[in-house]
């Protein structure tokens, strides 16, 4: 069954970076679309980055060219450098396969905040 830990979370000021980590395991990790989900107090959980086993890259609108994704197969580790965050982006992220996800982690937080 997969499992992901994701880490790297924190409290960080406006327009800081941030870098986030997720290693998984029990599944074929190089072979599988992987994405950072994302889920604030009181809303659903919304993917913001994903990216496919031939590293194309899909973001959300509201993270283009501020948030990027990238994996690491041989560590199976999956990657998301936040840039220039904002007080929108606090939430728990998650990492996780894009399609047919199954148990999610205990995610990473990350608030933002001056």
Do not use: H
Request: glycine fraction near 14%.
């Amino acid at each position: 069954q997969a499992q992901f830990v994701e880490s790297g979370g924190g409290l960080v000021q406006p327009g800081e970076s941030l870098t986030l980590s997720c290693v998984g395991s029990g599944l074929n990790f190089g072979y599988l679309t992987l994405g950072w989900y994302r889920q604030a107090t009181g809303k659903p959980r919304e993917l913001v980055a994903r990216m496919t086993s031939g590293r194309n890259t899909v973001y959300k609108d509201s993270v283009k060219g501020r948030f990027f994704i990238s994996r690491d197969n041989d560590k199976k580790t999956l990657y998301l450098k936040m840039n220039r965050v904002t007080p929108e982006d606090t939430a728990m992220y998650y990492c996780n396969t894009v399609g047919n996800p199954g148990n999610f982690g205990q995610g990473t937080q990350v608030t933002v905040s001056s």
